[in-house]
């Protein structure tokens, strides 16, 4: 009977001590950034941390983004190193950087252990809800150098934010449908930083707890989900005004939901809010505005309504 308990007992140390070496080698660490080494040209393949860089006034530095980085203008003349989901690790390379900030998914990731393995200095980000955002932040700002600018771009953020939360909790609640494709629909759901904007700015989501974080729902559960709202995703910046009439023909067949019998259909710019980033306070006062349009009436506009 011991022999076989030994040899569990063998069995399970080798299982964790595998474990461990499989985490550690996901885990290629970033080389050492130190004020002697400080990096001076940049690689970014993300729409967000580029908006990142450059809030920080490391614009100077960036030497190459992903094809998507359109903001700050500046952005737009830097060169070109693949898409966000099919980054060119050749031409990032060929970019010469001293250090490539990307993201954390499968895609980028697989480009990140590439450049890693080929010598160069990267820094990989989770950005998948506001507190993340501001550990991005705050990472971005250690490996430039400009830990200070880091806090400061933080607490800007948190500032503008606390008062966009402390306007809208004057006003009640409102269900809110966050469409992030029209046909076949798909939904934002709770587990989102879009859900943590709706909720911040004085909102719920309409649909509700979910499995996956953007579900695809029926025309069932659009009828019983009782919308006040439905804010629309644009499909890029162009023809919004059309986007816009587009959205309100496609929701007439849903006539007895609330938002479509108040006409409360919205469709907005969508690198203000889909690009987690220093713009968020930003997105966070555009969807406010949709919810609760009465606080940001103007004295005889809202005298009129009431007469």
């Not at 076989?4 to 550690?24: D, E, G, K, N, Y």
């Not at 940049?42 to 006034?57: W, Y």
């Not at 934010?161 to 306007?167: C, T």
């Not at 509700?208 to 953007?214: A, S, V």
């Amino acid at each position: 009977m011991k022999k076989p308990l030994a040899i569990l007992v063998v069995i399970s140390v080798f299982a964790v001590a595998l474990a461990l070496i499989i985490r550690q080698a996901d885990q290629i660490p970033d080389k050492t950034i130190s004020p002697t080494n400080l990096p001076n040209r940049i690689v970014t393949l993300s729409p967000n941390i580029t908006e990142i860089i450059f809030a920080l006034g490391l614009g100077d530095k960036v030497a190459a983004v992903s094809n998507e980085c359109d903001w700050p203008i500046e952005a737009k003349t830097k060169s070109k190193v693949g898409s966000f989901w099919q980054p060119n690790t050749e031409a990032i390379i060929a970019a010469k950087p001293d250090l490539v900030v990307c993201e954390s998914f499968p895609q980028q990731k697989e480009v990140a252990e590439t450049l890693k393995r080929a010598g160069l200095n990267v820094l990989s980000l989770r950005v998948e809800s506001i507190e993340e955002l501001f550990t991005a932040i705050a990472r971005i700002g250690q490996a430039a150098g400009c830990p200070e600018k880091g806090e400061q771009l933080v607490a800007d953020i948190k500032r503008q934010i606390d008062q966009i939360r402390a306007k809208s909790s004057s006003a009640g609640k409102v269900k809110v449908l966050w469409i992030m494709q029209a046909e076949p629909l798909r939904v934002a759901g709770t587990n989102t930083f879009i859900n943590q904007i709706v909720e911040l700015s004085g909102g719920q989501n309409a649909i509700g707890p979910t499995i996956d974080q953007y579900p695809s729902v029926g025309t069932e559960e659009i009828l019983t989900c009782g919308a006040e709202v439905i804010i629309q995703s644009a499909m890029g910046t162009e023809d919004i005004a059309k986007q816009q009439a587009a959205a309100e023909k496609f929701w007439s067949r849903y006539a007895n939901l609330p938002a479509v019998k108040d006409k409360r259909i919205y469709v907005i710019d969508p690198d203000t809010v889909l690009r987690l980033g220093p713009r968020l306070p930003e997105g966070a006062q555009a969807v406010v505005t949709c919810m609760h349009p009465e606080l940001f009436a103007q004295p005889q506009e809202t005298k009129q309504k009431n007469d």
